[in-house]
């Protein structure tokens, strides 16, 4: 396999793998700043017990991202050398406000978050919660800010030639308000919170279905819909908004969403089918004509830009891109649908009564993190085959230095060292919830079972 | 020397700061889990685990932000050293996620092979990222080669010379000693008395690392000791340096501990700063043809950009160093093993 191929499955799975995290903790961080908040009002210990189970499974999904994370800031330089020299300049300041105002934020009142609950005040405590879920969101901030403006790019001008050529910033505002950040931020942020809902969801789910922790299982699942009903219909929202902004920033990427060719007619919209992009054609395919023409121009007769507008190496691979974006859609709209069902089922007041829904529930926690997953592969295998659209191309973007056996040596290590990773997730998260929120963990070593044979003994 | 206040010096001087941040805080985690070996009992094990429970994470950050600051003012520096240290750098991450795997799982288990194993995989995964950070720096001490495109054209096996593994064993060492200390101020006890003997041996281990680093680095490296002939004065921060680690014994044997750590703290800083001083303005030094070298300017941003950061850094700054600070404070004293511990 090329150098290009094999750096780009490298990042693909690595940013994939690291993406599961990310998304919980910045979910999890809104439900424990709403279910504190509720503590702190009511007085009510429940609320209390919920914010502590909740924020362990938050500090298991924080320690998995940073420990991926730091692989991905590795790898721009490290696989991505051309472009880290393109782009350094304009992702400079973004990186250096994300530094700043987001990890150090998120991680230094995490250990409060988690350790510190005998040493501080609840108001203090709370305090640090809600800096921890703003650290969260405000690391999603500059990242999507960052990866907009390889989508958009603006504020910057070329500086330099050939190879030396690299984009400078020239208005700050500019580069963080490029075409599409704001847009594809609320996006990504209203799917991080479907991804935390889903998981309270699912848990409170299943502690139901096994007729443990009552109490805490119904009035967690209570407050996590809430977030996902409202999240999955704002997702809707800045989904059709992200649409409509690529119509005009990014044509290839949304004429292969749709897999449309002909920049003359009409745009229909597909429900599923199959691309042959040979023939242009797509296979098995049911569509409503001229409604992606509708949602953009408000109008079904109008023409929308399709790939044959391009030339052959300026569009992406388009059934990929086709299969991902689809089935974000519909998985999209089935959490919809979960949510609003189950708060139609809460208002009759029958939640918990259907066994079959209870299993839905435990199995969508599922749905957002696909969707995130294919969302991301929609966006960014859409950009291709430009890294940073139409200033740089990927297959340039490359280091220089590495040559692929070493790619495939560090794959290697990552596979491994993922699934490690996964299974200790895993473990540790099936753990936490098996144990459940009502004692404190304990783990007797061999050291504490001695002590206490002794601690009897000599009591005798 | 020459020396100007213009950005990309106060830059070079603001990524120094950082990985001396990083050095002081992840140092002393790495070298208490490079001594986790040296004690048995399972309690005194986790006690040594928990001492760098809730900081281990936060004080990887600053490697994330250092990282990040790299990229952001020097991207030529962040793109040429990551990619021509590949496979150094892919063997670091490995051992820095298998590090973390072996904190989470180590007391999960009860069983004595469980934890005998994982604390095995801790210490020797801490040991390792020391070395092949030490080994990292090493190589930019000394100069790696570059070509006229900015590109490292050299190979893995070239980056591991002899200076760059002395100077590895150097970092390991200094973080040992660094730990000993902390260790002493985290815990009471039989198990402070046993911490306390450590501190003399980790003491001895690094100077000896430490003046046969400086001898080579005076015979085979000499562009590192130019500002130091021109610049006399200069030399007062090894004077310093050597002060700071004389002052430990004394503030061990007083049992003023924390004022012990200062002084291992002033320690690593003094060393970093040499290490600058040597550098400045080059960053990485190409060795041969030192034209191709990549100084502070020639692999910088645009004045812009580091203007602008520069502006999110002094707003930043103050939170940063206010929550540190107050984040130590809450979790001041000594270790308790507790249900929520490791």
């Not at chain 1, 920049?263 to 395919?285: D, I, R, T």
């Not at chain 1, 098996?434 to 504490?448: A, C, F, K, M, V």
């Amino acid at each position: 396999m090329s150098t290009e191929i094999l750096a780009r499955l490298q990042f693909a799975f690595t940013i994939g793998f690291h993406y599961i995290y990310p998304p919980l903790s910045i979910g999890l961080g809104v439900i424990l700043v709403i279910m504190e908040g509720m503590y702190l009002k009511t007085k009510n210990p429940l609320f209390e017990k919920m914010t502590k189970f909740w924020v362990k499974i938050f500090a298991l999904t924080f320690a998995l991202g940073v420990a991926t994370g730091i692989v991905m800031e590795f790898e721009f330089g490290t696989n991505w050398a051309t472009y880290s020299r393109f782009v350094g300049d304009v992702f400079g300041s973004a990186l250096a406000a994300e530094g700043i105002f987001a990890f150090f934020l998120e991680s230094g009142f995490l250990a409060i978050l988690v350790f510190g609950w005998e040493k501080v005040s609840p108001r203090v405590h709370f305090f640090s919660t809600i800096m921890v879920a703003l650290g969260a969101m405000m690391s999603a901030v500059w990242i999507v800010v960052a990866n907009s403006w390889q989508q958009t790019p603006a504020g910057y001008h070329i500086v330099g030639e050939g190879l030396n050529a690299r984009a400078e910033i020239t208005d700050f505002w500019g580069m963080v308000f490029n075409p599409s950040s704001m847009e594809r931020l609320s996006h990504t942020l209203s799917g991080a919170w479907l991804a935390g809902a889903f998981l309270v969801i699912s848990v409170s789910a299943y502690y139901l279905l096994k007729k443990r922790h009552i109490d805490f299982a119904k009035n967690s699942i209570k407050i996590a819909l809430i977030v996902a009903t409202f999240a999955s219909l704002f997702q809707l929202f800045t989904g059709h908004q992200s649409a409509v902004g690529i119509s005009k920033t990014q044509p290839a990427k949304l004429a292969a969403f749709e897999a449309h060719f002909d920049s003359s007619a009409a745009a229909p919209l597909y429900l599923f089918g199959w691309v042959n992009e040979k023939n242009q054609e797509v296979k098995f395919g049911v569509a409503i004509p001229g409604l992606l023409s509708y949602l953009i121009y408000g109008d079904s007769h109008k023409p929308v830009t399709g790939l044959n507008a391009f030339n052959n190496n300026d569009i992406p691979p388009v059934n990929i891109v086709f299969q991902s974006y689809h089935l974000m859609v519909a998985i999209g709209f089935t959490l919809i649908a979960i949510s609003l069902f189950s708060i139609f089922l809460w208002w009759r007041k029958k939640l918990f009564d259907h066994k079959w829904f209870l299993y839905v529930l435990v199995f969508s926690v599922l749905g957002p993190q696909l969707a995130n997953q294919l969302g991301w592969i929609s966006a960014e295998v859409g950009r291709q085959p430009w890294i940073v659209y139409n200033l740089l191309r990927t297959s340039e973007a490359l280091s220089k230095a590495v040559e692929s056996s070493q790619i495939v040596f560090s794959l290697i290590l990552f596979g491994l060292i993922y699934l490690l990773l996964f299974i200790l997730f895993i473990y540790l998260l099936n753990e936490k919830i098996q144990h459940g929120p009502d004692h404190p963990e304990t783990i007797p070593s061999e050291y504490e079972h001695k002590k206490t044979v002794l601690d009897r003994n000599i009591g005798e | 020397m020459e020396f100007t206040f213009d950005l990309n010096t106060i830059w070079f001087i603001l990524i120094g700061v950082l990985l001396a941040g990083y050095a002081i805080l992840d140092g002393f985690d790495l070298g208490v889990g490079s001594l986790h070996l040296f004690v048995n009992e399972d309690e005194d094990r986790r006690i040594l685990i928990n001492s760098i429970g809730p900081v281990w994470d936060g004080n990887e950050v600053w490697l994330v932000t250092g990282g990040g600051a790299l990229f952001a003012a020097f991207p030529h520096v962040y793109a040429t050293v990551f990619s021509g240290f590949y496979t150094a750098f892919m063997l670091l991450l490995f051992v820095l996620i298998f590090r973390a795997v072996a904190i989470e799982f180590r007391s999960k288990q009860p069983m004595a092979w469980w934890r005998k194993s994982w604390d095995i995989a801790f210490s020797v995964s801490s040991i390792l990222i020391a070395l092949l950070m030490g080994v990292a720096l090493g190589n930019i001490i000394q100069g790696i080669p570059l070509g006229a495109d900015k590109e490292f054209q050299g190979t893995f096996l070239g980056l591991l010379n002899p200076y760059a593994i002395l100077v590895g064993i150097t970092t390991v060492a200094l973080f040992m000693m660094h730990g000993s200390i902390y260790l002493a101020m985290k815990t009471e006890g039989h198990l402070q008395e046993r911490v306390t003997k450590w501190i003399n041996n980790t003491i001895i281990f690094f100077v000896i690392t430490y003046v046969t680093t400086t001898m080579f680095t005076l015979i085979y490296v000499p562009h590192m000791t130019e500002h130091f002939k021109s610049t006399p004065l200069l030399f007062i921060v090894a004077v310093l340096n050597m002060l700071a680690i004389a002052n430990i014994p004394r503030e061990i044997h007083l049992k003023k501990y924390f004022l012990a750590f200062l002084s291992s703290c002033a320690s690593i800083v003094a060393l970093l700063t040499l290490f600058a001083l040597g550098l400045f303005p080059d960053i990485v030094i190409s060795n041969p043809n030192p034209e191709y070298s990549l100084t502070i300017y020639n692999a910088a941003s645009s004045q812009k950009t580091l203007g602008i950061m520069l502006t999110i850094a002094i707003i930043g700054i103050p939170f940063v160093l206010a929550y540190t600070i107050s984040i130590y404070w809450v979790f001041r004293g000594k270790v308790k093993l507790t249900p929520m511990s490791y």
